[in-house]
T-cell receptor, first 110, second 116 residues
Framework: GENVEQHPSTLSVQEGDSAVIKCTYS??????FPWYKQELGKRPQLIID?????GEKKDQRIAVTLNKTAKHFSLHITETQPEDSAVYFC?????????FGTGTRLQVFP | NAGVMQNPRHLVRRRGQEARLRCSPM?????VYWYRQLPEEGLKFMVY????????ESGMPKERFSAEFPKEGPSILRIQQVVRGDSAAYFC??????????????FGAGSRLTVL
């Protein structure tokens, strides 16, 4: 089955800097790659997703890139703000179920 | 649209008791997923259901855990004879059947189980 690895596990940045989180997946049939943000004690919320027919997608300060050959995808957050502090999860899906990475705890210091 | 509704939000059980967690998917969604999240850890897939059908239960422990999604009513995750290691947040998610929204999971607020 699918296996998703995520790095780093923790990431601290200064407000205004960029943050990059990387994931790799094992199942070459995977075709859907979402990113979820989870604040402390809250539910995971979808922030951006990409499907295998595109290589990059951007939504304001957030972008995701996908390299299907290398089987990895990345989340880029520019101009980080303190409210970006949360745990971020990547996921991959080849069938109807999502397999999640282990999460990255992002801290943005003012 | 009320979103994915889970109850109870918090549940305390003693070892050996049963826990029942309920999930009502978003209106128009017919797929339900259950994930378990241990403290400070990620989301582990447990089971994927459609109405009256278990599609994939590869993440469910072989014993004590069961799930159903009846024709009428919410999906239920049932844990029998709970142990301390079952303490976790259990998240339910739902998705549409087909179309561009397929695979796009919307999560409920979670049910936090504490086993004493």
């Amino acid at each position: 089955g699918e296996n998703v690895e995520q790095h780093p596990s923790t990431l601290s940045v200064q407000e205004g800097d960029s943050a990059v989180i990387k994931c790799t997946y094992s199942d070459s049939a995977s075709n859907y790659f979402p990113w979820y943000k989870q604040e402390l004690g809250k539910r995971p919320q979808l922030i951006i997703d990409i499907r295998s027919n595109v290589g990059e997608k951007k939504d304001q300060r957030i972008a995701v890139t996908l390299n299907k050959t290398a089987k990895h995808f990345s989340l880029h957050i520019t101009e980080t703000q303190p409210e970006d502090s949360a745990v971020y999860f990547c996921a991959a899906s080849s069938t109807d179920k999502l397999i999640f990475g282990t999460g990255t705890r992002l801290q943005v210091f003012p | 649209n009320a979103g994915v509704m889970q109850n109870p939000r918090h549940l305390v059980r003693r070892r050996g008791q049963e826990a029942r967690l309920r999930c009502s998917p978003m209106k128009g969604h017919s797929h339900v997923y259950w994930y378990r999240q241990l403290p400070e850890e990620g989301l582990k897939f447990m089971v994927y259901l459609q109405k009256e059908n278990i599609i994939d239960e590869s993440g469910m422990p072989k014993e004590r855990f069961s799930a159903e999604f009846p024709k009428e009513g919410p999906s239920i995750l049932r844990i029998q004879q709970v142990v301390r290691g079952d303490s976790a947040a259990y998240f339910c998610a739902s998705s549409p059947t087909t179309g561009s929204g397929a695979n796009v999971l919307t999560f409920g607020a979670g049910s936090r189980l504490t086993v004493l």
